[in-house]
């Protein structure tokens, strides 16, 4: 059974054209999240998704950043125009109905911002 | 809760010996934590959970005590290894009406001198 499932594992973009981030779930996980991580910092949460529902972008900016799960194939993560501040780490992660707390990670894209 | 620093407090352990690594959360309503292991370069892997239920959860070298009390959460590692050479952060969750979504500490990184 394959883990969570993120491309580009790099992303290199110059300030603004658009990021596009992808986030396959494991096998049978429903459930959606994606996170930011800064150099020698925890994980901030961005947004919560379930397919083709957005439930929980609290943690999203509202301006330049979407994401989607659409019914067939993966999650998304897009950046519009983005600014050197967007380098990061953005990790996605899964979560199988009846266990949604219990959340396992993929291994991230690193998002560097020329 | 969430501690933005530009270093992390590190654990130097000499191997063999066992770690306690720390971690004060901040939501009296946090009923589900996860203690998860990040490596260099990859996403945070999940060691250990436990509920609010419980004090003391063992897993396979690893235990988490969780004295709600003082808010307080540990983990303890057995004879540590090399391999055990990591950033380590707890994380809680206050529930579904919040989204389940994580919220992470700052880390510890842990260093295992042969």
């Known amino acids: 059974n394959a883990g969570v499932m993120q491309n580009p594992r790099h992303l290199v973009r110059r300030r603004g054209q658009e990021a596009r981030l992808r986030c396959s779930p494991m096998k049978g996980h429903s459930h959606v999240y994606w996170y930011r991580q800064l150099p020698e910092e925890g994980l901030k949460f961005m947004v919560y998704l379930q397919k083709e529902n957005i439930i929980d972008e609290s943690g999203m900016p509202k301006e330049r950043f979407s994401a989607e799960f659409p019914k067939e194939g993966p999650s998304i993560l897009r950046i519009q125009q983005v600014v050197r501040g967007d380098s990061a780490a953005y990790f996605c992660?899964?979560?199988?109905?009846?266990?949604?707390?219990?959340?396992?990670f993929g291994s991230g894209t690193q998002l560097s911002v020329l | 809760g969430e501690s933005v620093g530009l270093h992390l407090p590190t654990l130097s352990v000499q191997e063999g010996d066992n770690s306690i690594i720390n971690c004060a959360y901040s939501?009296?309503?946090?009923?589900?934590f996860i203690w998860y292991k990040q490596e260099s370069g990859k996403g945070p892997q999940f060691i250990i959970d436990i509920r609010s239920n419980m004090d003391k959860r063992q897993g396979q070298r690893v235990t988490v005590l969780l004295n709600k009390t003082v808010k307080h959460l540990s983990l303890q590692i057995a004879a540590t290894q090399p391999g055990d050479s990591a950033v380590y952060f707890c994380a809680e969750n206050i529930g579904k009406a919040a989204g389940n979504k994580l919220t992470f500490g700052g880390g510890t990184r842990v260093l295992v001198k042969p």
């Open positions: 992660a899964s979560s199988p109905q009846g266990a949604e707390e219990k959340l396992f």
């Open positions: 939501n009296s309503a946090s009923d589900y």
